[in-house]
């Protein structure tokens, strides 16, 4: 059974302190992996996709990368205004489905 | 550019009602999406229209639910008649292209079943 792991479910930070969330997961063949930010009363905001083993992207104090079984969220020296929940969500080959993880609730404490 | 648009943002109904949601996406996106996310859990994709036509409705709860997307712009999914674990945000997304693409999310819109 395709699965989509997040961990952890909560993480509460002091600004500044840089940590990392994390997406395991289990289907055949991934086509890809997206990283999604959502803060509270909004749909998710599209943050990274990545298709392959080794792949990294970055976008401000976010890197996201890749490996065959999990993905990392990077966040260094993180700011208030990063609180938010973040998902991540793949798609196994073959399939237009994509399947969410739970996210990681995110709080940055100034 | 305009974002995906839904409405109405919040809806309070009593089981056995109905209920439906609106929404418009992205111009020129030929991909919708509907996904039901319950409190605490990730986004679930109930239909999938590229253009006017329905990719998948695998995890769409046929009996209850029903959605369309006429003329391949905007959608509505309706729920008759809701149950109580109905209760979610109902979330609109679109994207230029079907498959593993960056997908675009309305605000969402937060149904009470009572």
């Known amino acids: 059974e395709d699965q989509v792991t997040q961990s952890p479910e909560a993480l509460r930070l002091q600004e500044g302190e840089s940590s990392s969330l994390n997406c395991s997961y289990t289907?055949?063949?991934?086509?890809?992996l997206f990283w999604y930010r959502q803060d509270p009363g909004k749909g998710p905001e599209f943050l990274f996709t990545?298709?392959?083993a080794g792949e990294e992207k970055e976008k401000e104090r976010l890197k996201a990368t890749l490996t065959k079984k999990e993905s990392f969220l990077h966040i260094t020296a993180p700011k208030p205004e990063d609180s938010a929940t973040y998902l991540c969500?793949?798609?196994?080959?073959?399939?237009?489905?994509?399947?969410f993880g739970r996210g990681t609730s995110l709080i940055v404490h100034p | 550019e305009a974002g995906v648009a839904q409405s109405p943002r919040y809806k309070i109904i009593e089981k056995r009602q109905s209920v439906a949601f609106w929404c418009n996406p992205i111009?020129?996106?030929?991909?919708l999406y509907w996904y039901q996310q319950i409190l605490g859990q990730g986004p679930k994709l109930l239909i999938q229209?590229?253009?006017?036509?329905?990719?998948?409705d695998s995890q769409l709860p046929k009996d209850r639910f029903s959605a369309e997307r006429l003329k391949g712009v905007d959608s509505t999914l309706k729920i008759q008649p809701a149950k109580l674990e109905d209760s979610a945000v109902y979330l609109c997304?679109?994207?230029?292209?079907?498959?593993?693409?960056?997908?675009?999310f309305g605000p969402g819109t937060r149904l009470t079943v009572l």
């Open positions: 997304a679109s994207s230029l292209l079907q498959g593993a693409y960056e997908q675009f």
């Open positions: 289907v055949s063949g991934l086509r890809g």
């Open positions: 990545l298709y392959s």
């Open positions: 969500a793949v798609y196994k080959g073959g399939s237009y489905i994509p399947t």
């Open positions: 111009s020129g996106h030929a991909t």
């Open positions: 229209f590229q253009n006017n036509g329905v990719v998948d």
